[in-house]
């Protein structure tokens, strides 16, 4: 995103020194300060703007804090506002924002020409909403300013390049642009790129960015070269030309500064082709070479996205680090530390004990309620049930998540539904996908349907799919109504209708079955159908009957086998201990086992039976 419209608005505001010395001004201007001059609150804004210019953010904070009395309260709020975006201070610049915003606020829904001042104000709140995330605000803004600057108060260019920069986070790409230039312009091309890489066209966009290399190699600064050179790896590494992004990275990273944070970010990507392993990696060497303290404090360099990106990667690296993971604001640090919690140790303990540890935790913490950082302990517990194929367990704790508030379909309940879809198919579990459409249907709504399109698109075919017409044909309306030029949804809001079936017989016409069949294929089989023909044509193999099997020698087939065969030897009424044996036993060990025997009834002769004496 280009930050030269930034530096030009601050290049308007006087500075009154020689030669451009910054840092004599800077230091004259406090000398003046601290002597109470009679105009401190002028001399102060030229402190600030010298500091400013000298990337010296830190000193700027400090100087405002030391003489925040001096001056009007809004005599310094674009000064202030770039210093905390500079500084990433969140907090104080929402709340320096919010006492210009509803000024501000108006001018846009008036319409009216932004003055020098005004515009800076904005071009700050855009720089700060795209480095956070807001990118609809972000894109709002710089589209306000590129509509209202027919007086050429900034280069068509730059806003060009800040108009297209948000959008490619943006849910559509194709977002139209006030800005259409036909000049070649490097930082253009870049973002170009961004865009139709966002939609998919990684060939148009590595085109696009190499035309933005050959006119930053004459135009632009190492700076832009490299930046443009990472990215074209990014490319090859998305492509799947794996070679190609290595062999870039390498060069950029020889060409790169120690000091560069650009730096970081090349270690990452070259890093992230290497294979881990939890048993073979050394995870502590990893995270040095990584340089995770440098990483740690030039945070406030990075994007929300870039910085969230890297921060995932450190806590699954420091997880398997067995290192401890503290509980911060984000969902994912605090579903980790949790999981430390339950699991004794991460890279030991099996798969299978940890599965079922997490089970019966997230099936607890669910009872009392889903709010907090219940999800990422879910997805965690429900990867570890897909790890040892356990699906019912999985879809258990899916179904529990759900049931605890069956009217809410917030996020969460999104992506638990796209969860139970896959398992519901690996398990063949129709009658619960029909029981859980049937339920989505039940809540519905077009409000619900502007939140997220796409998921109620997927119900709506799926609805399709088991012959509910109606109920798909009413999602596939609303969702008309929001973007008539979804193609996904056809030229009619009716689908599923007599309509097609005259073009559908011409289609199956053309098919030939038997060559189909011929070449391999096998018609489609519902996979709870527990006869099926093919169960039913296969031939089952007999066993092989051995008809002259070799019997012992000495087999004698009227001879009883002995009814003592089960018993160890020792406790057998034929069994006689040995020498040895004898020799082992205590004096008078043998005489008892002998009168052990003779008391056993069992083993006594019974009497012949004989004729009675009258």
């Keep these: 995103m280009s930050k030269a419209d930034l530096t030009s608005l601050l290049s308007q505001l006087s500075v009154q020194s020689q030669n451009n010395k910054h840092h004599e001004v800077s230091s004259t201007c406090m000398k003046l300060l601290s002597s109470n001059c009679a105009n401190a609150s002028d001399v102060l804004r030229q402190c600030i703007i010298a500091l400013i210019k000298q990337d010296k953010y830190q000193q700027c904070l400090k100087v405002l804090t030391k003489y925040e009395t001096l001056g009007d309260s809004e005599s310094l709020t674009l000064e202030k506002l770039y210093v905390y975006y500079k500084l990433s201070k969140t907090k104080s610049f929402e709340k320096l924002y919010s006492t210009v915003a509803s000024r501000l606020e108006e001018i846009k829904t008036r319409g009216d020409v932004p003055s020098v001042h005004i515009r ?168 040095r070479e990584l340089n995770v303290e440098r990483i ?78 219940v999800i990422g302990v879910l997805l965690l517990a429900v990867q570890l049930q897909i790890l040892e194929k356990k699906w019912e367990r999985a879809i258990q704790l899916c179904e529990s998540f759900l049931n605890k508030d069956r009217q809410a379909i917030e996020y969460e309940q999104r992506v638990i539904c796209y969860i139970l879809f896959q398992l519901y198919e690996i398990a063949g579990r129709d009658n619960s996908r029909h029981i859980l459409l049937g339920r989505l249907f039940e809540v519905f709504t077009s409000e619900r349907a502007k939140e997220d399109p796409p998921f109620w698109r997927q119900v709506g075919f799926k609805l399709l799919a088991q012959e509910s017409v109606e109920d798909a044909n009413a999602i596939f309306s609303e969702l008309k109504k929001l973007d008539p030029t979804d193609t996904l949804l056809g030229d009619s809001p009716r689908l599923g209708t007599h309509e097609l079936d005259g073009e559908l017989e011409s289609l199956i016409d053309m098919v030939d079955v038997q060559q189909l069949i011929d070449l391999g294929s096998t018609p489609f089989e519902r996979k709870t159908k527990k006869t099926s023909e093919k169960s039913l044509k296969r031939v089952h193999k007999r066993k092989r009957v051995h008809k002259n099997r070799k019997l012992p020698i000495g087999y004698d087939s009227e001879k009883l086998p002995n009814p003592e065969r089960w018993l160890p030897l020792r406790d057998r009424s034929d069994y006689r201990p040995n020498k040895k044996q004898l020799a082992k036993q205590t004096q008078g060990g043998a005489s008892n086992r002998k009168m052990d025997q003779s008391l056993d009834i069992s083993k006594k002769k019974q009497p012949k039976k004989g004729r009675k004496r009258r």
Excluded at 120 to 131: N, P, T, W
Excluded at 302 to 314: C, G, K, V
Excluded at 329 to 351: C, F, G, H, K, M
Excluded at 353 to 368: D, E, R
């Design 120 to 287: 800076g104000l904005l071009h700050v709140r855009a720089q700060f909403c795209y480095k956070i995330g807001k990118h609809q605000e972000a894109f709002r803004i710089y589209q306000y300013l590129a509509s209202h600057n027919s007086d050429g108060m900034d280069n068509e260019v730059e806003l060009a390049c800040n108009e297209r920069a948000p959008s490619t986070h943006l849910p559509d790409n194709s977002a139209s642009f006030v800005t259409q230039l036909t000049s070649d312009s490097f930082d253009l091309f870049f973002n170009e790129s961004m865009i139709f890489l966002g939609n998919g066209q990684m060939d148009v966009a590595l085109n696009l960015l190499k035309k933005a290399r050959t006119l930053a190699a004459s135009e632009g600064t190492e700076d832009d070269l490299h930046s443009i050179d990472l990215q074209i790896a990014y490319v090859y590494q998305l492509s799947g030309n794996n070679a190609e992004s290595k062999l870039v990275l390498n060069r950029l990273m020889a060409n790169l500064k120690p000091q560069s944070t650009m730096l970081l970010l090349a270690q990452n990507n070259l890093k992230s082709f290497t294979d881990l392993s939890k048993y073979t990696t050394n995870f502590s060497l990893l995270l």
């Design 296 to 373: 740690n404090s030039s945070s406030q360099n990075f994007t929300e996205y870039q910085w969230q990106i890297l921060n995932t990667n450190l806590l699954v690296l420091q997880l398997f680090n067995n290192s401890s993971i503290q509980r911060k604001s984000s969902i994912l640090s605090r579903t980790l530390a949790t999981y430390q919690e339950i699991v004794d140790n991460v890279t030991l303990e099996p798969y299978e004990s940890q599965a079922t540890k997490l089970f019966h935790h997230v099936m607890k913490s669910i009872s009392c309620g889903i709010s907090g950082s």
